[in-house]
């Protein structure tokens, strides 16, 4: 509980809204998908990944949690789960071990985004987190305290985002 607590003002001392974003697919990720006004679920993660789906218009996404599988097909019929390559993957954690495995079986592609819950649950998922992060294939991160997101842009320049949502 001290952790969570410690770790949520440390957030807050370091992180910022869109006015420090100096990225144009993160400022427009920012202002116009975590910022708007809708709130589709009450679950700041589940919030996050529902937003995110409708702002990329996701066709194909991975989600390894059935009721939240459930949820998504509720607001996004269309949406295809499990294929091969994926738009979006939602996992609760991730280590760089299952990230590298992901990577090596091709179920991500150059715009693929990963959602990751919980990031600061405890000192392990912070700790994994870093670890990503730190990885060279990860190009942009952004911490919301409540999930993270990273992806694997070839084209972006390697940034971490503290974003407060």
Not at 147 to 152: K, N, R, T
Request: overall charge positive; charged content about 20%; proline content about 2%.
């Amino acid at each position: 509980m001290w952790f969570q607590f410690i770790s949520y003002l440390k957030f807050l001392a370091k992180s910022t809204n869109q006015h420090g974003v100096h990225s144009p697919f993160v400022f427009s990720y920012v202002t116009q998908c975590l910022y708007s006004k809708k709130r589709l679920h009450r679950n700041k993660s589940i919030n996050v990944l529902l937003k995110t789906i409708a702002y990329f218009n996701f066709e194909s996404i991975s989600v390894n949690n059935k009721s939240i599988r459930e949820l998504v097909k509720q607001n996004f019929p269309e949406v295809q789960f499990d294929k091969s390559t994926v738009d979006l993957l939602f996992m609760n954690e991730l280590s760089a071990s299952s990230f590298e495995k992901i990577l090596s079986e091709k179920k991500l592609h150059n715009d693929s985004l990963i959602l990751i819950d919980s990031i600061y649950a405890n000192r392990q998922n912070l700790a994994q987190w870093h670890q990503l992060i730190a990885l060279p294939e990860i190009t942009v991160s952004i911490d919301m305290y409540y999930c993270g997101l990273i992806s694997i842009r070839r084209e972006q320049v390697k940034e971490h985002f503290r974003i407060r949502i």
